[in-house]
């Protein structure tokens, strides 16, 4: 079972990253899918979530409006779309795979840096 991140890069304030996130080992399809992001000397927090029913979403306050998370059942990937980036942003960005106490796994993450 494994989740791999990828797309992170070092990006100028107010331009754009897709961070992509594939499953392997397991079907996504039927797990909720997450991105976090933990800043250096700050907590974990939730990004954006997708649920695999009807694949409604939800977004931290902070990222409303910029970022779009989205899946590809096909593709057994997750992504997430950010757009008019801010130096706050800058972050190690995790994948999460949610479906149980015992189907729940993360990735390793992908590093985000916004600065001119």
């Known amino acids: 079972v494994q989740l791999a991140e990828s797309g992170g890069g070092l990006v100028q304030p107010g331009g754009s990253l897709r961070l992509s996130c594939v499953a392997s080992?397991?079907?996504?399809?039927?797990?909720?899918m997450r991105w976090y992001r933990q800043a250096a000397g700050k907590e974990r927090e939730m990004v954006a979530t997708?649920?695999?029913?009807?694949?409604?979403?939800v977004y931290a306050d902070s990222v409303k409006g910029r970022f779009t998370i989205s899946r590809d059942n096909a593709k057994n990937a997750v992504y997430l779309q950010m757009n008019s980036l801010k130096p706050e942003d800058t972050a190690i960005y995790y994948c999460?795979?949610?479906?149980?106490?015992?189907?729940?796994?993360w990735g390793q993450g992908t590093q985000v840096t916004v600065s001119s």
């Open positions: 999460r795979a949610l479906q149980s106490l015992t189907r729940d796994y």
């Open positions: 997708i649920y695999s029913v009807g694949r409604s979403t």
């Open positions: 080992g397991f079907t996504s399809s039927s797990y909720t």
